[in-house]
């Protein structure tokens, strides 16, 4: 496993990710678990279809409750999953570079032949597919939950909404990544990195309200992630377009920043 | 001889911070060259510049001829490096470090890596964490020396290392030595540099002041001398006499600090009946510091 810097990297990861994925298997499970009661209580989604900006903001503007995909979109898909996979992709994107700069262990990295370039891109491999375990969690969690309480839901579908938020996930840690190589300092990166994730969920919670505010939505990536319905209708190629090419430039500003400074003691 | 390290105008500023300045330095192949300075001289700015973590504002490096931009992957293929705030992954044993740092590379011979690990007594199976200063000091010098590259550069090596496995590392260096290979050593410690460098250079605030052999720095330098007389001497027959510093005269005994030819000293002295003559031969450290009393403001 410490063949080069991308198993390397996984390998540092093993413990936390065991945790993550404990916590991802449990949060999906128990979600699910309580589907039955909630869509036989009824109209407990009418709270929310009473407030547009409420329903926006903690369930993404779904409001049918009743339904698998109402529920497990407003319940988990909207708020909660975007949250969990945030909270890793920025740790572990302003960890990379900018990490072990502070902690003064990339000198001693930098001493082997290897390039700053190929560091950043095996970092980000790793972080990609460290995410990328967790949202398999995530879907065999609400399969599991699913198949429990006989829910009629496409394991398919579930995937593919799954699928779309890792790839905001990555967006997000790749914006991590790219403040990182740009200042090496890991709490500015994670500080604004996460500014810029709560401030384009409000944009894209709250723009739809003002009809004149609408258009900006296409500025929020979440509005790649969620506003196309996956779970429903599937991934919208363009928005998986837009989500994976806005990871590469990051990736390039990353890599582009990198190559270019001095690296601190 | 060829050049394995050499710098022109090497100047480097943090901002409109000097860190070096037009530092032209000629390390040759086979050498162990030791990089004299005390802390914030510009030794690791340097050392720094070698490996492209930083680049330098104005001026170049070269390494084995290859420049240390451009080619940079290529000498750190070559080179080796012990960093001089020893910091490694401290969640992993260091035999994991180890593993990691050789895979990076190609070919690393463990029988050697144990070889060195049982002459420091570095016991590879503990996580880096729970080691003190000195045994995370081992495993930096055990990845320094077990690629067995041709130049290997090390920011304060010793550093934190009883005086056994001080004598350890010596004889390392000199096993490089006498491969043939290359050693760049930057230190503080005089003692040190006087023990295993062929040549040091000196650093003084970022300015490159002086290179030369240890041997004829030695010989160059300053001597103490203290001359004993019969009896009492006047102390103006010895006040102003050319090349002499520091004369004290008191009781029939004279001490003073001689620069060059102690010709006027003796010429004087002639004149009284002199019972004992003592010489003192200089240390690297007095030699150093008259290099730094030509500026006085804050000489260490």
């Known amino acids: ?265 | 001889m060829n050049a394995v390290i050499r710098t022109e105008n090497l100047t480097k500023f943090y901002g409109d911070q000097m860190a070096i300045t037009d530092v032209n330095l000629e390390v040759r192949e086979g050498e162990v060259f030791g990089y004299l300075g005390p802390n914030g001289a510009g030794k690791t700015t340097t050392i720094r510049v070698l490996f492209d973590f930083i680049r330098p504002t104005s001026g170049s490096a070269t390494v084995f001829g290859l420049d240390a931009r451009e080619h940079s992957r290529e000498i750190r293929r070559q080179v080796d490096y012990l960093p001089g705030d020893m910091v490694i992954y401290d969640r992993m044993t260091g035999r994991e470090v180890l593993t990691y740092l050789s895979n990076l590379r190609e070919g690393v011979d463990w029988r050697y890596v144990e070889e060195l690990a049982e002459r420091f007594e570095c016991d590879l199976s503990q996580r880096v964490r729970s080691l003190s200063r000195g045994n995370r000091q081992k495993i930096g010098l055990i990845q320094a020396f077990m690629h067995r590259s041709r130049l290997i550069i090390m920011d304060e090596p010793s550093s934190g290392l009883d005086p056994l496995k001080q004598q350890e590392f010596y004889n390392l260096v000199g096993e490089v030595k006498a491969d043939g290979r290359t050693v760049f050593i930057s230190s503080h410690n005089l003692p040190e540099v006087e023990r295993v460098c062929d040549r040091i250079g000196i650093i003084r605030r970022g300015e490159l002041v002086n290179v030369e052999d240890v041997g004829e720095l030695k010989n160059r330098a300053l001597h103490k001398l203290e001359i004993h007389f019969s009896g009492p001497v006047p102390p103006e027959a010895f006040s102003n006499l050319p090349g002499l510093r520091d004369v004290t005269v008191e009781d029939g005994r004279v001490r003073c600090t001689v620069m060059g030819k102690p010709d006027a000293l003796i010429k004087a002295a002639a004149r009284y009946e002199v019972v004992k003559l003592v010489s003192e031969e200089p240390s690297l450290e007095e030699i150093f510091l008259s290099y730094y009393s030509r500026d006085d403001s804050d000489a260490p």
């Open chain 1, 1 to 265: 496993m410490l063949r080069n810097v991308f198993t390397k990297s996984l390998w540092d990861q093993r413990r936390s990710l065991m945790w993550w994925s404990i916590g991802i298997a449990a949060l999906a499970i128990l979600t699910t678990l309580f589907y039955p009661a909630i869509s036989e209580a009824g109209d407990l989604g009418k709270a929310l279809e009473d407030s547009e900006a409420l329903a926006n903001l903690f369930s993404g503007g779904f409001t049918d409750l009743n339904s698998p995909e109402g529920f497990l979109n407003s319940q988990l898909y909207s708020l909660t999953v975007p949250i969990v996979f945030l909270i890793f992709a920025i740790s572990a994107g302003s960890g990379a570079i900018a990490g072990e700069e502070e902690r003064g262990t990339l000198d001693l990295l930098m001493s082997s032949p290897v390039t700053r370039s190929e560091v950043l891109v095996h970092k980000f491999a790793a972080m990609t597919v460290a995410i990328s375990v967790l949202g398999a969690v995530l879907w065999a969690g609400v399969a599991l939950g699913a198949a429990i309480v006989d829910m009629d839901l496409s394991l398919w579908r579930s995937g593919q909404v799954v699928v779309s938020g890792l790839l905001l996930g990555i967006v997000f840690g790749a914006c991590a990544l790219a403040l990182g190589s740009a200042t090496g300092r890991r709490g500015t990166s994670i500080a604004f990195a996460s500014a810029v994730a709560v401030g384009t969920y409000f944009l894209n919670a709250l723009a739809p309200l003002v009809d004149a505010l609408d258009p900006l939505t296409k500025l929020s990536p979440f509005h790649y992630y969620i506003s196309a319905d996956p779970l429903v209708n599937g991934l919208d190629p363009l928005h998986v377009l837009v989500l994976v090419t806005l990871s590469l430039a990051l990736l390039g500003i990353a890599l582009f920043t990198l190559e270019r400074r001095d690296l601190a003691v």
